[in-house]
């Protein structure tokens, strides 16, 4: 299992919407 | 310019040391249900005493073990089966697998009436919520904040055996539960291969997870017997799939929905934020989460592929899918399948080749001494993920090295054993 760690999510912001059954990355969630 | 018509990354070194204090203030959306989010072995963590004890080897050998905790996870799911038919508080024996826990970023939370604020470190690959508890029957490890008492707590409850919420244990954790002789308690035990493990009650309790969101009858593990590497933190809040997670629980509250944003580097912290809505994202790009059939509680995405330098590596599509993908807030190094992983490396390398390498550091095998760059810019070749859904993913600088020392600047990537794994 490939497995994306945390250090590659750094500074994005990572949400997780479990209702629509998807992830979704943003750019300088906390740059 | 340079660097844009290039398709590099310019950055200050700088940018990516951590300082040797605490720049606290969140940044990025803070709203009512947001914690901050902290590193735990940085100058914002008070677990720190301003003296970082633990080495980037020793992150990383951790983040070895829980890399075969997950696999091992998986494998035991598809049926190579070692759970534990009958645990008690006494004996637990050490398993394959390994230590949960040792994801590197905590938030605080308050448990109990009056509320006691714990830091816990905070995990999308795992379900289960567990805090070491009064009076630790058997053994409690050394933490940062006084050990929770529920005697003290004119809220607490443990969960008997015979209620079907007990039965969840087994999924959650991967353990069948036990049952107090004497109580009729309902034992949990989550255990590691490194031997660190919790033992306790399945419990119920208020839970604050900020000063005005309180969650009652919370279900969490009260741990009486609990060793291992858990880093001066009170425990671990889950957030994978299963019912007996913290998402699952606080669904009517926060909707399913959480987001978080781990800083750029050990001196700045993040944020966890609970629920959505409101227009709180912008900008983002979504991928559908999936299923791996091996195990529900992870989630599953799907790697379509990877540019380094803006070019799209050779790799058959089915390296990625064979095996599948998870993301998981506590594994610290992304593990690419080998073949993918020598691939990127040579991409990288080649876009790096103007640096002086350096020793490699633990499972990170390509790296480099910037010493030299210490006050200048420096150039490296971006690293794209394209997830299902077309979801063009671009990793920050930040994203792309490990930066244990400005001689010792890393490549933050590393394969599995094997295509299959």
């Known amino acids: 299992v490939t497995i994306f760690g945390n250090v590659q999510q750094r500074t994005l912001e990572v949400v997780y919407d479990l209702g629509s059954g998807k992830i979704g990355f943003g750019a300088g969630g906390c740059q | 310019a340079t660097a844009e018509s290039n398709n590099l ?60 905790y997950i696999h091992s996870r998986i494998s035991k799911e598809l049926g190579g089966d070692d759970s534990v038919k009958e645990l008690d508080s006494a004996t637990l024996p050490a398993k394959s697998g390994t230590l949960i826990g040792s994801g590197n970023y905590f938030v605080v939370v308050g448990l109990g009436t009056p509320k006691k604020d714990l830091s816990l470190i905070f995990d999308t690959g795992s379900d289960l919520t567990w805090t070491q508890c009064q009076p630790c029957a058997r053994s409690c490890y050394s933490q940062q904040d006084p050990i929770f008492d529920p005697s003290k707590s004119s809220t607490y409850a443990n969960i008997t055996c015979t209620s079907t919420l007990c039965t969840q244990l087994s999924s959650a954790t991967g353990n069948d539960p036990g049952c107090s002789s004497s109580t009729k308690a309902c034992i949990y035990g989550i255990q590691y291969g490194d031997q660190s493990f919790s033992v306790g009650y399945f419990s119920r309790e208020r839970l604050t997870v900020t000063a005005t969101d309180v969650i009652n009858n919370f279900l969490f593990g009260c741990g009486q017997n609990n060793q291992g590497l858990f880093g001066g933190s009170a425990g671990l809040i889950g957030l994978g799939r299963h019912p007996i997670s913290f998402v699952q629980q606080t669904a009517s509250k926060y909707n399913k929905i959480f987001s978080y944003c781990l800083p750029s580097t050990a001196s700045s912290t993040g944020h966890l934020t609970f629920g959505g809505g409101g227009g709180a994202y912008r900008n983002l790009v979504y991928t559908p989460f999936s299923t791996l059939s091996r195990s529900s509680s992870f989630y599953g995405l799907d790697i379509v592929s990877i540019t380094v330098d803006g070019v799209k590596l050779s790799l058959s599509p089915s390296l990625f899918s064979s095996g599948g993908a998870i993301i998981d807030s506590g594994t610290v190094i992304t593990r690419l399948p080998p073949t993918a992983y020598a691939t990127l490396r040579s991409a990288f390398r080649k876009g790096m080749s103007k640096y002086p390498t350096a020793p490699e550091l633990s499972i990170l095998d390509t790296c480099y001494d910037l010493s030299a760059y210490k006050d200048k810019d420096i150039f490296i070749p971006p690293i794209n993920f394209v997830f299902g859904g077309s979801a063009t993913v671009k990793l920050q600088p930040q994203g792309v090295l490990y930066v244990a020392s400005t001689k010792q600047v890393c490549l933050a990537f590393a394969p599995n054993g094997d295509d299959s794994d």
């Open chain 2, 9 to 68: 990354h310019l950055l200050h070194l700088n940018s990516l040391l951590p300082s040797s204090s605490c720049s606290s203030s969140t940044k990025g959306s803070k709203r009512k249900g947001s914690l901050e989010v902290v590193h735990k072995y940085g100058p914002c963590s008070q677990q720190n005493d301003g003296e970082r004890k633990v080495t980037d080897s020793d992150i990383l050998n951790l983040d070895k073990e829980r890399v075969k």
